[in-house]
């Protein structure tokens, strides 16, 4: 006889994913050396539908690119922050104006802080362990990284025990692969060279949008797919 799956009561209430990126499917990685770069790229991206920016902290400058992106491109884009390894980070971002954040790893102590300020985070982590745990602590999704480690699969493998968590795959996932995730139950993917190419140094912005119109033509069809529309 099977018992029925009941909620965590233990589990944080996480800050939901938002309807930007629930409706676009797409998260773009900006990691840029010169930020000069970074506004002409992100406003060809939102121009082509990819309105979920993260500027990563490793990026020059990080935070204060963050405010300079989020009041230039205004509430209907949504500019978060990547590679937030700490509360200091966590604070610092959100004072900026990170609409939600982005880790490459599982720390509970500061899943736990992003819930408690209200904003929306996606922790990274590979194995189901990890996975789990971040989810647990209170995570709005979680980041599978790297997917380049892993296939499409795997995340319908871990959909068997967890069915309610909702992975988002990051660090591999190119225009051939990313409608695949999508047709596996993620509700978004995350991309950054793959579809960002030579544009944060200076590269062609006509190619910038030929590569994000692909994306999101390629997301939004299996998106169709799996909703049957």
Known sequence: MRTAVTADPSRPEPRPLSPILLETRVIAVLRAADTRYLRPAAE?????????LEVTLTTAGGVAAIAELAEALGPDVEVGAGTVLSVFDL???????????VTPH???????????RGVPIVPGGLTPTELRTGWASGASAVKLFPASAVRPAYV???HGPFPAMPVIPSGGVDRASCGDWI???????????????DALKGGDLGELRERARSVVRSVSEAAREVSGG
């Open 44 to 52: 060809v991206l939102a121009e082509e539908g990819i309105r979920s």
């Open 91 to 101: 604070d610092a971002v959100i004072e900026a104006g990170a609409r939600y954040i």
């Open 156 to 158: 319908k493998d871990l």
């Open 106 to 116: 599982t720390d509970p102590e500061l899943i736990r802080a992003a819930v408690a």
């Open 183 to 197: 047709r596996v139950g993620c509700p978004a993917v995350s991309m950054g060279g793959p579809l960002l190419g």
